[in-house]
């Protein structure tokens, strides 16, 4: 059982998040699914889908199969607010793994009935909010130029010889520099009125959605600090540090959500939207 603080938590860790009634206990819809790990599944009706991807928002009145974590208990005819995960995908149905649940009275299930929900939009929207919440810096600007980094960047250091350029992988993410003039600082802080971000160029399909900046863009941009030889994709190995080692922090923009234009009101402008002084956090 969840409290509002746990659920909004659990939230943001579930993929799947619905409300539904349980209609057996020990039991399961997919005989996929062994007789031992039938001590832990219980069969839920969906009846309400709150979030989810694509394809989970079409089960509304079905039948799902929920596997209880240790220790979670429900009672048959209980309606309750599940916080899922995908576990299994067949022909006659699905099975998720819950990380929690919350009870949920009748009354707000007509409330939610009642209301317009998108399951799709509310997943997109959490994960937009997950994903600005990790940024170290978000800012509104305008790109004045767009460089390659010095040469220097583009060579390693090896503790026992000269500097020489690392072979290029068929990933290679093609490093660019655009320099951003500020308007507004959205989230934390930055003293100057211009940052340096650097984006992967490449076309490639590791890189293929991250955002291409070009000069006269202006937007929302969501930034994120990379130490000197190291990102989530293990690839900024190219531009790696001097003779002292790896020690230097550059902004980074590889999320296909880490720009959004200015004349396209979408979430980060609907996020942002209280007015700020400039340079304000």
Known sequence: MANSAKAEELARQARFVFNGTVKKLKAATLPEIKKADKERTVVVRVDQILQAPPIFTNRTGQDVTVQLKKGEKVKVGQQAEFYTNSWLIGNEGVA???????????????????????????????DLQTHVDDADMVCTGTVKSVRVPEEESDTMTLEAGPSVRPPLSEHDPQWQEAVVEIDNVQKGTHDKKSVVLRFPSSKDRMWAKAPKFRPGQSGYFVLHKTPMGQDEHGKVMAMAAGSEGVKDEYYTALHQEDFQPLEHHGPLAEMFSATKEPNET
């Open 96 to 126: 998720v793994v819950s990380l929690g649940h919350r009870p949920v009275k009748k009354a707000d299930t007509m409330a939610f009935s009642a209301a317009l929900v998108d399951p799709a939009k509310n997943l997109a929207a959490r």
